[in-house]
């Protein structure tokens, strides 16, 4: 059975830093693309941030230079380091895992930036 379960949001000040992590199991970790979207009130789910499986990142250009996204194979985990908060930041905070056909995504973990 494949669980992704978030952990690290919250409340977080304008300018100030959170980091999001999201342990897995019942998958192969090492295998899988992983990646975080965010769905912001009222809006859809989008792309924040994508860690293929030899490492290589790419962000939504809203996160670029303030967002980083990393992965951990040894411990079956992906992280996401956040900067320079804005309330724009404001969502809900999932964690998506790819392989060929197989998808899976996480619960989710608020992240509220407000002063």
């Known amino acids: 059975q494949v669980h992704l379960v978030e952990s690290g949001g919250g409340w977080g000040q304008p300018g100030g830093s959170l980091r999001l992590s999201c342990a897995a199991s019942?998958?192969?970790?090492?295998?899988?693309?992983m990646g975080w979207y965010r769905r912001a009130p009222g809006k859809q789910r989008d792309l924040v941030a994508t860690?293929?499986?030899?490492?290589?990142?790419s962000y939504a250009d809203s996160v670029k230079g303030r967002f980083t996204i990393s992965r951990d194979n040894s411990k079956n985990m992906v992280f996401l380091h956040m900067n320079s908060l804005r309330s724009e930041d404001t969502a809900v905070y999932y964690c998506?895992?790819?392989?060929?056909?197989?998808?899976?995504w996480g619960q989710g973990t608020q992240v509220i930036v407000s002063s």
């Open positions: 998506k895992a790819l392989h060929l056909f197989s998808t899976y």
């Open positions: 019942g998958i192969t970790f090492s295998a899988f693309h």
């Open positions: 860690i293929s499986v030899g490492g290589g990142t």
